[in-house]
């Protein structure tokens, strides 16, 4: 079993919806909790950094981490077809092994006009 | 700020033979950490390098190496080409500050170099 699983699969919304992506985990020493978007034949951009529970906002964009359960979320508000892309959430523990970042396998997002 | 460059962006080997790409962090940053991507195993941690120093390591094997320069920019080898080597391997540069102040050190990614091993 992977220390990361993202959840759902593929997803295809329409545009303006409020979308959410999901990722658990089973490696409780993580206190670093990132989201990155990847374009096609991109490298991951930062979207969201978090340190340990509770929530955080971006705009459109609120990060959640709840420690007890090991679960993270990304919620995107009304939703653009710009944001079409691939969602991968990513984790690490503290301390020297804050920049080894172990990812999910990444969620393919469409939104559609 | 110019952000993470990688080059070669593409790259066409043969097995066999061996391969080295760099790096430049964001000026300023002093950790660069080395990721491999690809479609069945996802994005995976290769090394971190910090001052001139491996600081971490993946999982991969001794055929991946790397290094780091006193200007922080970065190489990664891979000796002995195998077919299972063709990906995207990203570089992610930090800031790294001692004592870890949480909210600034994050990562960021450049476009990545795609190796295609034949």
């Known amino acids: 079993q992977k220390e990361v699983e993202q959840d759902p699969g593929p997803l295809s919304v329409p545009e303006g919806a409020i979308v959410s992506l999901n990722c658990t985990y089973s490696?409780?020493?993580?206190?670093?909790f990132m989201w990155y978007r990847q374009y096609s034949r991109k490298g991951p951009e930062l979207l969201m950094y978090t340190y340990s529970s509770g929530n955080k906002e971006d705009g459109r964009f609120t990060a959640q981490v709840d420690k007890s359960s090991k679960y993270i979320s990304l919620f995107i508000r009304d939703s653009q077809p710009s944001d079409s892309a691939t969602y991968l959430c990513a984790m690490s523990a503290g301390g020297g092994s804050a920049r080894q970042l172990t990812f999910g396998s990444g969620t393919q997002l469409t939104v559609l006009p | 700020k110019a952000g993470v460059t990688q080059t070669p962006r593409y790259l066409i080997k043969t097995r066999g033979q061996q391969v080295t790409l760099s790096c430049s962090p964001i000026s300023g940053h002093r950790s660069v950490s080395w990721y491999q991507q690809t479609p069945g195993q996802g994005l995976q941690f290769l090394f971190e390098y910090f001052s001139e120093t491996q600081r971490n390591k993946g999982n991969f094997p001794g055929r991946f190496s790397g290094r780091q320069f006193s200007n922080s920019r970065s190489e990664m080898n891979v000796s002995t080409l195998e077919l299972g080597d063709s990906a995207l391997y990203l570089c992610a540069s930090s800031r790294r500050l001692a004592g870890g102040e949480r909210s600034t050190d994050t990562q960021y990614f450049g476009p990545g170099t795609r190796l295609t091993v034949l």
């Open positions: 490696n409780s020493a993580f206190q670093y």
